[in-house]
């Protein structure tokens, strides 16, 4: 988990992002977590001997690697004028989009390559990682935000205790992710999944142009769902370090994680549970026959 000490202009170019994950569909806002966040002050723990971390209550499930599912891909229903070049696509899509209603998801989006840029993080985000740049969504507003505390520890020179600052995440830091979380939730609409179908072809053929072999859009784009469903809870507060220049979870697990299960954690607990909720729902949506 890293984030740099440079400051982020508003909605600016996450993100040092699922995140995810904005596109078009029901689940469009997945590519709203594809940020990351930007921290303060210079690393301290390190300068101290002997700094002992709280202890971690947040739980890593462990999963053996499967076989990727494939899925069919959606029938789109009859339009009544054909789509547009993907090329000259963009401002087709932003009116569709903005005609979806969801207060603030237009003002979030970069209106440049729309389609390319969602399809891409899409793909990158099946992966569990976030797209650095290329990003379908602007950032959200402010620098990552840890709280600093003291704990006492032994270790000087004659066996006396001294006190080690340490870090932990803020609760203010779940803030940021506010708006991305109730835009999400305004896309599981069934106006947007008959955009998202309206608009499949397109996107398909974007992930075509990817090379990435992974099959088909759709299949992706649902896997990348579930990767973002099978992020651990946390639970107790998510001890940080700051040996350099970013922040880390002290916890080695945690650290570990692929970069959207981190997101998910940076967001909050109650901001994370509403993302679930909603991608359950736009899953199922997509899956419907």
């Given at each position: 988990m890293?984030?740099?000490?440079?400051?982020?202009?508003?909605m600016g170019?996450?993100?040092?992002?699922?995140?995810?994950?904005?596109?078009?569909?029901?689940?469009?806002?997945?590519?709203?977590?594809?940020?990351?966040?930007?921290?303060?002050?210079?690393?301290?723990?390190?300068?101290?001997?002997?700094?002992?971390?709280?202890?971690?209550?947040?739980?890593?499930?462990?999963?053996?690697?499967?076989?990727?599912?494939?899925?069919?891909?959606?029938?789109?229903?009859?339009?009544?004028?054909?789509?547009p070049?993907?090329?000259?696509?963009?401002?087709t899509?932003?009116?569709?989009?903005?005609?979806?209603?969801?207060?603030?998801?237009?003002?979030?989006?970069?209106?440049?390559?729309?389609?390319?840029k969602?399809?891409?993080?899409?793909?990158?985000?099946?992966?569990?990682?976030?797209?650095?740049?290329?990003?379908?969504?602007a950032?959200?507003?402010?620098?990552?935000?840890?709280?600093?505390?003291?704990?006492?520890?032994?270790?000087?020179?004659l066996?006396?205790?001294?006190?080690?600052?340490?870090?932990?995440?803020?609760?203010?830091?779940?803030?940021?992710?506010?708006?991305?979380?109730?835009?999400?939730?305004?896309?599981e609409?069934?106006?947007?999944?008959?955009?998202?179908?309206?608009?499949?072809?397109?996107?398909?053929?974007?992930?075509?142009?990817?090379?990435?072999?992974?099959?088909?859009?759709?299949?992706?784009?649902?896997?990348?769902i579930?990767?973002?469903?099978?992020?651990?809870?946390?639970?107790?507060?998510?001890?940080?370090?700051h040996?350099?220049?970013?922040?880390?979870?002290?916890?080695?697990?945690?650290?570990?994680?692929?970069?959207?299960?981190?997101?998910?954690?940076?967001?909050?607990p109650?901001?994370?549970?509403?993302?679930?909720?909603?991608?359950?729902?736009?899953?199922?949506?997509?899956?419907?026959?």
């Amino acid at each position: 988990m890293q984030y740099n000490n440079r400051p982020v202009s508003a909605m600016g170019a996450f993100a040092k992002w699922v995140v995810v994950i904005v596109a078009v569909g029901a689940i469009g806002a997945v590519g709203y977590f594809l940020i990351g966040d930007e921290v303060g002050k210079p690393p301290k723990l390190h300068d101290l001997p002997n700094p002992v971390p709280l202890q971690q209550t947040t739980s890593v499930q462990q999963t053996q690697p499967l076989e990727k599912p494939v899925y069919d891909e959606p029938v789109p229903d009859p339009i009544p004028q054909p789509l547009p070049d993907i090329n000259q696509s963009d401002a087709t899509v932003l009116a569709a989009l903005k005609a979806l209603n969801v207060n603030g998801l237009v003002e979030m989006i970069i209106p440049q390559d729309i389609l390319r840029k969602f399809v891409r993080a899409v793909d990158v985000l099946e992966e569990g990682k976030i797209v650095q740049d290329y990003r379908p969504i602007a950032s959200p507003q402010g620098a990552f935000v840890a709280d600093a505390f003291n704990v006492k520890v032994s270790g000087g020179e004659l066996g006396e205790q001294q006190e080690v600052e340490q870090f932990r995440l803020s609760p203010k830091n779940y803030l940021r992710y506010t708006l991305f979380v109730q835009v999400l939730s305004g896309l599981e609409s069934d106006a947007a999944v008959t955009l998202y179908k309206r608009y499949y072809p397109l996107l398909n053929r974007a992930h075509q142009e990817l090379g990435s072999g992974k099959g088909n859009f759709h299949s992706v784009l649902i896997r990348a769902i579930d990767k973002v469903l099978s992020a651990p809870d946390a639970n107790g507060d998510l001890l940080l370090i700051h040996p350099k220049v970013y922040y880390e979870f002290a916890d080695p697990a945690l650290e570990k994680l692929p970069d959207v299960h981190k997101l998910m954690l940076r967001m909050g607990p109650d901001n994370a549970e509403k993302v679930k909720a909603t991608l359950r729902n736009a899953r199922a949506k997509l899956l419907r026959k």
